[in-house]
């Protein structure tokens, strides 16, 4: 008998979801494990944004009583009444807030038998049979494909592990000294000398060859505890008790797919972002953004300015321990990351990419950029008055509360209002 779930499996799940079965009893009608059946409704179902009849999806929390007009300046739309009828608002609005629905975050974890579903303007969860069946061929398909990674973090690799190699190292003392800047697991540089991805092969291994393959447990890249003690529920209450100290968020933007990207270190009480390049995006690339950090602000400005961090679980962000210290083992700052699946914990730094992406649209590489232009880039956005703020600029905001100290020593300067420009015509001149 098959392990795979099948089609007809899956309708008999979305209908008895439409229905509000629990995971239990559509277990038991099945004749699975009640873990399977919630496996494939969190694992197949699709996230739609959608409205009603003729209401425009909006997942606002202010959607009831907004009655902004022409947010973006842009629309042809002149006719409507306010900004809450198009879809487009919540990606304008800078005072958006999203309401997230509470019936996604327990069981069933769908709105599949949502009494509210058609009347409902916010982010809907939907386990549909059809959808989930072509989910689950598209995994099963790309699970046997071999290799998944691309050419340029082969390349990458190669060029890290292969003159280690030559020089006499194991492949275990290459990866304990770099395990930050591998980003894969002991195991999976073996598989790729096995299959002869690296220019390296079994023969530069003098033991390897000697040996025949051993059983081990797999090796992971940093410690698996890393969010022990660093979850949202204790941010909060750090906060609680710190009231005075004020949070910085922290993200990755990327740019094309295995080439250079962007770190982001955002502030949400003054909307300020600071922005670093890499070339790879690994967790050794940002703990050397923040070593950088440390040496040119000086301890005292860097706690000042950097008293907790926010993230979410990229495995760029899987070493927060090096984060918080300094290489002289001095404790610098604190890593706090989202839960699961929850980047609206962070939604302020989402949101300010936007401006990033208004000069940087999605699929832009980056790896003909320099840091100047990222600078750049960032005066502009920084420069760029906001609603919030009083009709102040984030360089004003910032100033207020921190001074202008960290400005001088990072060479940012602010660029006269009517200079502003947030287009890809920016970094073309």
């Not at 974890?109 to 058609?118: A, I, R």
């Amino acid at each position: 008998m098959s392990k795979y779930t099948t089609f007809d499996e899956r309708m008999e799940i979305e209908n008895m979801l439409a229905k509000n079965f629990s995971f239990g009893e559509i277990a038991s009608w099945l004749n699975k494990d009640r873990s399977t059946i919630s496996r494939e409704v969190k694992n197949h179902s699709l996230i739609e944004k959608t409205g009603y009849s003729s209401i425009s999806f909006n997942c606002c929390k202010n959607r009831l009583d907004c009655s902004k007009m022409h947010v973006c300046n842009i629309c042809s739309r002149q006719s409507a009444k306010n900004c809450r009828t198009c879809s487009k608002c919540n990606d304008n609005c800078s005072d958006f807030e999203e309401e997230v629905c509470i019936t996604r975050l327990k069981p069933p974890y769908v709105c599949n038998g949502c009494d509210e579903k058609s009347r409902c303007t916010l982010v809907k969860t939907m386990y549909r049979a059809t959808d989930a069946h072509k989910l689950a061929k598209s995994k099963i398909s790309q699970s046997r494909r071999g290799i998944l990674t691309t050419e340029q973090e082969l390349n990458r690799l190669n060029e890290l592990v292969t003159p280690l190699i030559l020089q006499g190292n194991s492949l275990h003392q290459i990866y304990v000294n770099n395990v930050d800047s591998l980003m894969c697991s002991e195991k999976t540089l073996y598989n790729y000398i096995d299959n002869c991805f690296f220019d390296a092969r079994n023969i530069d291994l003098p033991r390897k060859v000697r040996y025949r393959p051993r059983k081990k447990k797999q090796e992971f890249k940093v410690d698996r505890g890393c969010y022990v003690n660093r979850t949202y529920e204790l941010y909060q209450k750090y906060l609680e008790n710190y009231p005075s100290k004020n949070p910085v968020q922290m993200d990755t933007v990327i740019g094309s797919i295995g080439g250079k990207t962007l770190l982001t270190i955002h502030f949400p009480n003054t909307s300020f972002m600071l922005a670093f390049l890499r070339n790879n995006n690994t967790s050794q690339s940002v703990i050397d953004v923040f070593d950088y950090l440390y040496s040119t602000l000086g301890k005292k400005l860097f706690e000042k300015t950097f008293p907790i961090i926010l993230t979410d679980r990229g495995s760029e962000f899987s070493n927060p321990s090096a984060i918080e210290r300094a290489s002289s083992g001095i404790h610098r700052t604190n890593v706090y990351f989202c839960d699961p699946n929850a980047p609206f914990q962070k939604g302020a730094i989402e949101v300010n990419h936007e401006l990033i992406r208004r000069i940087l649209p999605k699929g832009t590489s980056f790896d003909n950029l320099t840091q100047s232009q990222i600078d750049l880039m960032m005066c502009h956005i920084n420069s760029y008055r906001r609603k919030k703020l009083g009709n102040k600029s984030p360089f004003e905001a910032f100033e207020f509360y921190y001074g202008n100290e960290l400005f001088d020593k990072l060479d940012y300067n602010p660029i006269p209002a009517n200079s502003v420009m947030l287009t890809p015509k920016l970094l073309k001149r």
